[in-house]
C-alpha cells in the first residue's frame, strides 16, 4: 500500500507539497497539484484518516445514531444525511441502537473510538448521561426528528402538532367523527406532539375526546395491525384512523382486511411521514409528510459548522409538514 512518502518521491515533491494537496491548503500551482492527484489515483493512494485525526484534530467522519435501519423513515433520514455529509467533505458512520440503552453506549463508545468529529442522534437517546458526556468532551452534538428539552443542542424536526392537527382535520372534513389515534410512545415528545394535534382538531370541531380511541402501539407494522384489530373490535369501532407512522399505518390497513372489511370504504387510514412504503401500498397512503431531504441537509449544515466553529450559537429549526392525500382515505357514507 502506497504511503505518502512514496507519493512524494514518484512525484518528485516534498511530504509537505503532499499534505497540501491533499489538505487542499498553501499556494500550490495547478500544474503541481494535478501532477500529485494523478499520481495518488495511480497508486490508489488512501490517505490514513488515524493520521490525520492527530494532525489535523479532524477526521471529516460524523457518527449517526438511529433506532432502527430497518425502519424506512430513519433509512431516508440517514441517506439524505449520508448525501448531504459527503457533498461537504465527509463521511458518515451508521449505528442501529433498536432504542436499547446498552447499544446506544456501545456504539457512542466506539464512535468517539473513531475520532468522528461529531455525532447526529435521532435516537432521542435513552439516557442524559450519555449526551451530558458528550457534551462535557465539547464533542458536537445535533439531534433530528427528536426533541432533547433538557440539553441545549442544534435540532432539527418537523412540526408534529401541526402535522397531527392536519391528518385529523382531513379526516374531519371527509365526515368522520369516530376517529381513532395510534402513537408509537406518549414518552416521546413527537408523538406526545402528534396526539395533541389531534385533540386540536377535534376540540375545534365539537367532537368529543374519547381516551379510548387513543391507544399505544409498539412500533413496528405487527404492532400496529395488533393494535388496530382491538379497536375494531371494540365498542368504539373508529370509522377513521390516524396512525402516527407509516409503518403502523401499514398494519392499520392489514387489520381492516382481516376483519372484512376495506380501505377506505369501510374504515379510512392516515399515516405519517411519507415513506416509499406510502406509495406502493395498496391502496396508497395518505399520509403527513416529513421533509426529510430538507431535514438531513439542514442538519448537516448546523453539525459542520459547529465543527467548523463558524456558528456561535445552537439552533432549533422547525420545518413544516405536509398532507399528501392519497387512496387510503374517503368521505364517511351513510352506512357507517
Do not use: W
Not at 448525501?83 to 458512520?93: C, I
Not at 379510548?212 to 395491525?225: A, D, I, T
Request: hydrophobic letters at 40%; one cysteine or more.
Amino acid at each position: 500500500m502506497a504511503t505518502i512518502y512514496d507519493i512524494a518521491r514518484e512525484a518528485g515533491v516534498s511530504i509537505a507539497t503532499v499534505s497540501k494537496v491533499m489538505n487542499q491548503t498553501g499556494r500550490i500551482s495547478d500544474k503541481t497539484r494535478k501532477h500529485v492527484l494523478d499520481i495518488m489515483k495511480k497508486s490508489d493512494y488512501q490517505p490514513s484518516v488515524v493520521a490525520s485525526a492527530l494532525t489535523k484534530k479532524r477526521t471529516y467522519t460524523l457518527g449517526l445514531l438511529i433506532p432502527d435501519l430497518a425502519n424506512p423513515f430513519f433509512a431516508e433520514v440517514a441517506r439524505s444525511i449520508e448525501d448531504s455529509a459527503q457533498l461537504l467533505g465527509y463521511n458518515l458512520v451508521i449505528s442501529s441502537t433498536d432504542n436499547e440503552l446498552s447499544k446506544e453506549e456501545r456504539y457512542v463508545n466506539v464512535l468517539r473510538q473513531k475520532r468522528v468529529d461529531g455525532i447526529i442522534l435521532a435516537t432521542g437517546a435513552r439516557s442524559d448521561s450519555i449526551v451530558k458526556q458528550l457534551l462535557k468532551q465539547k464533542l458536537p452534538i445535533a439531534v433530528i426528528a427528536r426533541e432533547m428539552p433538557s440539553f441545549v443542542v442544534d435540532t432539527v424536526l418537523v412540526d408534529d402538532f401541526l402535522g397531527g392537527y392536519l391528518a385529523t382535520s382531513h379526516l374531519i372534513e371527509l365526515g368522520h367523527r369516530r376517529i381513532a389515534v395510534i402513537a408509537e410512545d406518549l414518552g416521546v415528545m413527537s408523538s406526545r406532539e402528534r396526539v395533541r394535534g389531534y385533540k386540536q382538531a377535534l376540540e375545534e370541531s365539537g367532537i368529543a375526546y374519547e381516551d379510548r380511541l387513543v391507544v399505544v402501539s409498539p412500533f413496528h407494522v405487527q404492532g400496529g395491525k395488533e393494535t388496530a384489530t382491538e379497536l375494531l373490535r371494540g365498542p368504539l369501532k373508529p370509522t377513521a384512523i390516524f396512525a402516527c407512522n407509516d409503518l403502523l399505518a401499514i398494519g392499520v390497513v392489514q387489520a381492516v382486511r382481516e376483519q372484512g372489511m376495506s380501505v377506505p370504504q369501510d374504515v379510512s387510514v392516515v399515516g405519517f411521514d411519507n415513506t416509499l412504503l406510502a406509495t406502493i401500498i395498496d391502496p396508497s397512503l395518505t399520509t403527513v409528510a416529513q421533509p426529510i431531504q430538507e431535514m438531513g441537509r439542514q442538519i448537516v449544515q448546523l453539525i459542520t459548522q459547529e465543527i467548523d466553529g463558524s456558528k456561535p450559537n445552537k439552533q432549533r429549526l422547525v420545518l413544516l409538514p405536509e398532507l399528501v392525500i392519497r387512496n387510503s382515505t374517503t368521505k364517511i357514507t351513510l352506512t357507517k
